[in-house]
């Protein structure tokens, strides 16, 4: 049996890096393992975020903000595009791997170990099989293994997702499209992504995260990115393709079950209309290391219900809305304009208020972290 640690994390996303350093400047040992071979690459992901997810652990500056944006435009088909300024709610592009590094960086310092070119295998009655034959028995495993999530499924705690509820994206990275690097840029409409929607996400060096997203059991994101790209920007070249899946169910009824627990796209937490994922994972993250460490250390697995009442509290409600609004949005043509509706005027209203509305949800989840 390899080194013990405390606590035992499989995946080293923005998920498991958050845990791990929030379990490690707690006070227990912790052992990051991925299969990946380096942090942060490859990126599999278009990078959108708002900048409050991140204020609330000290990372809202730094060279891992690639752009700041002032509004986003919602382009649907047959439609006149929707300016929306959205500069209150600070959206902004992030350099991924960047972002990674540093909190896998901030974790080492806390004390955390970090492996990669580690494979889980296995777990057996709460023991972790690696791809070298080692096996580990830690106190606390928490499943930060991403939306195919094997920890998931070998604890029992999810099963395959239909197709209907699985993102299924495509992207480039891209230069020369001549984008306006102060908006993010969206596409909406049956011709372009049937369940989904696609996106130009530039960064203020010029390139941008060009892809889009749909639910598989319609149609195939790759194909459908050719004829995107060929109709909106002709010009732009590719850097390097990408994508990925991401789960668009609903909430899941448990993420923990005896000393395992599941955060982030594991635990189905990202966001059904959007994709986005990159806030739950960080939060639910920075949660599950603090119960960690709590429960290691009194040797109590009752300890982690904490994890699970915390982020149920901050984000189960939002969570099911945000599914039911997936469903009724990429249902139908008629659907997608009441969401498109919707949006504007939510737009409007944001131009009256004198706040950041995110602050009265985000900003009160600093207490948790
Ligand atoms: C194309 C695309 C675009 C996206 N764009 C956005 C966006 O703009 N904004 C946003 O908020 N979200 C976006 N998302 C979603 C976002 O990427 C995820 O929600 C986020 O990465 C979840 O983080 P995580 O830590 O839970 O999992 P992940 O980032 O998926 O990390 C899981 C880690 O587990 C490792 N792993 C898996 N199995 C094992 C194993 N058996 N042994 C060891 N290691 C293992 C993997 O190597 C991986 O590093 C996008 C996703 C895709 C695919």
């Known amino acids: 049996m390899a080194r ?4 035992v994390i499989v995946g080293a996303g923005p998920g498991g890096l958050m845990a791990a350093w929030k379990a490690a400047e707690n006070g227990v040992s912790v052992l990051v393992l991925d299969k990946k ?3 942060g690459e490859p990126v599999h992901c278009a990078e959108g975020t708002f900048l409050l997810s991140l204020e609330i652990f000290g990372l809202h500056e730094g060279p891992w903000i690639a752009n700041r944006y002032e509004g986003i435009v919602l382009n649907i088909t047959g439609k006149r595009p929707i300016r929306v300024d959205a500069k209150k709610i600070e959206p902004v592009c992030l350099d991924r791997m960047a972002l990674e590094q540093e909190i896998a960086r901030r974790a080492r310092e806390a004390g955390a170990e970090i492996r990669t070119g580690a494979m889980v295998t296995g777990l057996d009655d709460g023991t972790l099989m690696l791809h070298t034959g080692e096996s580990l028995r830690p106190k606390v495993i928490i499943g930060a293994d991403g939306v ?8 029992g705690l999810i099963d395959p997702l239909e197709l209907k509820d699985l993102g299924s994206a495509a992207q480039y990275v891209m230069e020369g499209g001549g984008w306006d690097t102060r908006f993010m840029d969206t596409y909406l ?5 049937p369940g989904g929607y696609a996106w130009a996400f530039p960064r203020s060096d010029g390139q941008a995260n060009v892809g889009l997203i749909v639910q598989p059991n319609k149609a195939r994101a790759s194909e459908l990115l050719e004829k995107f790209l060929s109709s909106k920007y002709p010009g732009a070249r590719p850097i390097r393709r990408t994508g990925g899946c991401v789960p668009a169910g609903p909430p899941l009824k448990r993420t923990v079950k005896d000393n395992i627990l599941l955060v982030g796209d594991a635990a189905r937490q990202a966001f059904p209309l959007s994709g986005g994922g990159i806030h739950a994972a960080l939060f639910s993250g920075a949660v599950a290391g603090k119960a960690a460490a ?3 250390e009194a040797n109590d697995p009752t300890l982690l219900g904490v994890y699970e009442e915390t982020w149920r509290k901050c984000y189960l409600k939002a969570l099911m809305r945000n599914y039911l609004l997936k469903e009724r949005t990429y249902g139908s043509q008629k659907g997608l304009m009441r969401t498109a509706r919707m949006l504007r005027a ?3 209203i944001l131009n009256l208020i004198p706040f950041n509305p995110l602050n009265m949800w985000w900003g ?3 207490k948790y972290v």
């Open 189 to 193: 409409g049956f011709d372009i992504a």
């Open 294 to 296: 709590a429960s290691a």
């Open 4 to 7: 013990e640690a405390d606590v």
């Open 346 to 348: 939510g737009a409007a």
């Open 364 to 366: 009160k989840f600093g």
């Open 37 to 39: 071979s380096k942090i």
């Open 148 to 155: 195919e999530s094997y920890i998931g499924r070998w604890a």
